[in-house]
C-alpha cells in the first residue's frame, strides 16, 4: 500500500495501513536504521492520531489489535492504547519487553516512560 | 565495506564453572583463575599481573586485563600468560559464560596490534588497516590516539613513575614531569595522583588512589585518551558506552564518569550498530522524541539502568 494520506483511507484500509507502518518500523528499529525506523514512526504516529480521531469504535479495533499475531503490530497497538486501555496495553508492553532484541528494548522504554509520567501526574 | 563477524550465541547456565570454564565463586562471582581472581562483572582481573607486560604489544602493558582484551580468541587458564583457545577455530557453541565463535577468519596473533581495530560508533574507523584508519581518522577528524601517540608513551612514563619511588627531589622531580605528562594526554586522575606523590605527606593515601586510577575508578578526559589506556574493544568489538557519551551528558557529569572503564561495556559491532541505532529512533511514549533525547534530562544512575536494561535484553550481559 502506499502512504495514501491517513484522512483518505477508509476504516479498514486505515487499520491495514497501520499494521502495515507497524511491521515496517518493526524492521528497520530491528536492523538499527534509526532514519528509515522514524519515517515508519512517522506513519504510525499519522495512522493512530487519524484512529483516534474517527472516535471509539476505530480505537476499538486499535485494541483489539493488542491480540495481533504480529509482535510489531501488538506492541504498537499497545504503545497507542494506553490511555484508554491501560490494564491491557501494559500488560502486553510487559510481555514483550521480555523479548530479546529490538523488541523488547522498544517496549520496555515505552512502558518506561508511561510508568515515569504517571508517576509525575500522581 | 561489510565486515565478516564473529557470532556470539547466548545461554543460560547455572553451572558453577562459567567463564573459560573456570570455577565462579558464588559469594564474590568472581571466576578463580589459579593465580588471580576475574571478575567477570568488569571484565578484568582484580590483581595485576605479575609476569608484566611486552613494550611491543601495547595491550599487554595493561596488567589488568584479560587476555589482551581478546577473550574470543584467548584464554588464560593460569592467570599468568594468554594461551590460544583449544577448539575455537570456528563453529564452536557456548555462552557469555563460554563464549561460542563462529568465525570466517583466523585468530589474531596476540603481538602488536591485534587488537587496533576498535571503531565505536562514536568514533567509527571501520577498518583495521592502520593506513585506512589514519585516513579514515584525519577525514573525520576524529583523531583517534593510540598509546604510542601519546606525549613521551608509556616508556618514557614508566620510567618517570620508577623514578618516583625514589626519595628525595629526583623523585618528586620525576613525579611532576609524570604528571604534566598524564595532564598533556589527558589523564587527570592520574596527573594529579603523580601530583600527589610528589608531595610527601600523601605517602600511602597517594598510593592506594593510584591504585584506584590503574584500576579504572577514575575516568578520561575523552573516548581517545580512554582507548589509548585500554587499547581496542576486541576483534569484532566495539566500546560502548553504557550512559550515552552525548554532549549534554559530559557536560553534567564530567567526561570522567563517561569515559570510564565502570561506564564502558565490549559489544559485537553488528549489535552495536543496532544499538546506537535504537538510541537515535523515536518510540511511542517519549512525546516525539529519540531514545537519546528523552534519556538525555534523566539522572546518571537512570540512564545507566536503562543502557544495562538495554545491553540484556542484546544478551551483552546476563
Not at chain 2, 605527606?201 to 598510593?207: C, D, E, K, S, T
Not at chain 2, 541505532?277 to 537519546?292: A, E, F, N, W
Request: include cysteine; proline fraction near 5%; charge should be negative.
Amino acid at each position: 500500500m502506499t502512504n495514501k494520506a491517513s484522512v483518505e483511507l477508509d476504516d479498514r484500509e486505515l487499520l491495514s495501513a497501520f499494521e502495515a507502518a507497524a511491521i515496517s518500523f518493526g524492521l528497520e528499529f530491528e536492523k538499527g536504521d534509526s532514519k528509515k525506523a522514524n519515517r515508519a514512526y512517522a506513519r504510525c504516529e499519522a495512522i493512530q492520531a487519524e484512529i483516534h480521531r474517527r472516535g471509539s469504535s476505530m480505537v476499538g479495533c486499535l485494541i483489539e489489535l493488542l491480540d495481533a499475531p504480529l509482535p510489531w503490530v501488538q506492541y504498537l497497538a499497545a504503545a497507542y492504547t494506553l490511555d484508554v486501555e491501560p490494564n491491557k496495553a501494559a500488560a502486553v508492553l510487559r510481555k514483550l519487553k521480555d523479548t530479546p532484541m529490538a523488541l523488547g528494548v522498544a517496549a520496555f522504554t515505552t512502558l518506561r516512560a508511561w510508568e515515569m509520567k504517571r508517576v509525575q501526574i500522581n | 565495506m561489510r565486515m565478516l563477524l564473529p557470532t556470539i550465541r547466548l545461554q543460560v547456565c547455572a553451572s558453577a564453572y562459567k567463564f573459560t570454564g573456570e570455577e565462579r565463586d558464588a559469594e564474590s562471582g568472581n571466576d578463580y583463575m589459579s593465580a588471580r581472581y576475574f571478575a567477570s562483572s568488569m571484565g578484568r582481573f582484580l590483581s595485576p599481573d605479575i609476569v608484566g607486560g611486552d613494550l611491543s604489544n601495547p595491550q599487554s602493558l595493561n596488567r589488568y586485563t584479560y587476555v589482551l582484551n581478546n577473550p574470543l580468541f584467548w584464554t588464560d587458564p593460569s592467570g599468568f600468560q594468554e594461551q590460544v583457545r583449544t577448539g575455537s577455530s570456528c563453529g564452536n557453541v557456548g555462552t557469555l559464560d563460554n563464549p561460542v565463535i563462529q568465525c570466517s577468519s583466523p585468530p589474531p596473533a596476540p603481538s602488536g596490534g591485534g587488537n587496533s581495530s576498535d571503531s565505536g560508533v562514536d568514533s567509527e574507523l571501520p577498518t583495521s588497516n592502520p593506513d585506512e584508519q589514519a585516513v579514515a581518522a584525519s577525514l573525520s577528524g576524529s583523531g583517534s590516539v593510540s598509546a604510542g601517540q601519546e606525549l613521551g608513551g608509556g616508556l618514557v612514563q614508566g620510567g618517570l613513575d620508577m623514578a618516583g619511588l625514589i626519595p628525595g627531589p629526583i623523585g618528586m622531580g620525576a613525579n611532576i614531569a609524570s604528571a604534566g605528562m598524564s595532564l598533556y594526554n589527558g589523564h587527570y586522575g592520574a596527573a594529579a595522583l603523580s601530583f600527589a606523590f610528589a608531595l610527601p605527606v600523601v605517602g600511602q593515601l597517594g598510593a592506594d588512589a593510584h591504585a584506584a586510577f590503574e584500576a579504572g575508578e577514575i575516568g578520561y578526559r575523552s573516548f581517545d585518551a580512554f582507548k589509548a589506556a585500554y587499547g581496542a574493544a576486541g576483534e569484532g568489538m566495539q566500546w560502548h558506552h553504557i550512559v550515552g557519551q552525548f554532549s549534554s551528558n559530559v557536560e553534567r557529569f564530567g567526561p570522567g564518569a563517561i569515559h570510564d572503564m565502570e561506564n564502558m561495556v565490549a559489544v559485537p559491532k553488528d549489535l552495536h550498530f543496532q544499538i546506537n541505532g535504537h538510541y537515535s529512533s523515536k518510540l511511542p511514549g517519549l512525546g516525539g522524541q529519540t531514545v537519546r533525547e528523552w534519556l538525555a534530562p534523566q539522572s546518571f544512575q537512570a540512564q545507566r539502568d536503562y543502557g544495562l536494561q538495554v545491553l540484556r535484553n542484546y544478551g551483552i550481559i546476563p
